[in-house]
């Protein structure tokens, strides 16, 4: 089936070290990737999305390139920060719908340290 | 700018009591959606509704009932809670088709 999977958490890094977090999928189709972000106490929010293969999605200095060979879509910043602190989610659309409806992988926490 | 509101924000309830989750989104969205987190299994769909008038069933349906009341409101039902019914709640909206969720900020609910 559908779906989609995380490195297991929690990460706890130091600031400014050089973040990566594994995604991968399995999806019939051409799905369209996402990463949402949880702040404590906070619904989700949109960080990046890419909808085709070898695009490069970003925001505030995340990035994550969908790698339709690799059935990827990591997310990496070069620099984290304290305020980075949170729990990220890769999920997935499928193609095929016509809904926004997400497959969400299961979360990873995030702790920077100062 | 409200987004997306849920109400209540906490809730506990005793085995076998109901109550219903509301749900209000002013973005003129067509589509709405309630998730559970629940640790360790991210976000699960419960049910969802396309656009006004219409509701489908996501991947964990049992056990909960949703009404979409008009385009701006979707309620969820629980009609005798059970304590795996213990989890966070998050309504959500989007537009039609694949593009970007908003969602609320959650419901905590507790079974006992």
């Known amino acids: 089936g559908n779906s989609v999977t995380q490195m297991e958490g929690p990460v706890t890094l130091s600031e400014e070290a050089f973040l990566t977090i594994n995604c991968t999928y399995t999806?019939?189709?051409?799905?369209?990737l996402f990463w949402y972000v949880q702040y404590p106490g906070e619904g989700l929010q949109l960080l990046l999305k890419?909808?085709?293969?070898?695009d490069k999605g970003s925001n505030k200095g995340f990035e994550a390139t969908y790698r339709k060979e690799t059935t990827s879509f990591h997310l990496e910043k070069g620099s984290v920060q304290v305020s980075d602190s949170a729990v990220y989610f890769c999920a997935l659309i499928l193609g095929s719908s016509n809904t926004g409806k997400l497959i969400f992988g299961q979360g990873t926490t995030l702790q920077v340290k100062p | 700018n409200a987004g997306v509101t849920q109400t209540p924000k906490f809730q506990v309830l005793k085995t076998g009591q109901s109550m219903t989750l509301q749900c209000a989104q002013d973005?003129?969205?067509?589509?709405m959606y309630w998730y559970r987190q629940d640790p360790g299994m991210g976000l699960r769909l419960i049910y969802y509704s396309a656009s006004e008038g219409t509701t489908d069933k996501g991947e964990v349906p049992n056990g909960y009932n949703v009404s979409r009341l008009n385009k701006r409101e979707f309620s969820l039902r629980l009609e005798s809670a059970a304590p795996s019914q213990t989890s966070v709640y998050f309504c959500?909206?989007?537009?039609?088709?694949?593009?970007?969720?908003?969602f609320g900020q959650g419901t905590r609910l507790t079974v006992v």
């Open positions: 959500a909206s989007s537009k039609t088709g694949v593009t970007e969720a908003f």
């Open positions: 999806a019939t189709g051409y799905p369209s």
């Open positions: 973005m003129n969205h067509n589509s």
């Open positions: 890419a909808t085709k293969a070898d």
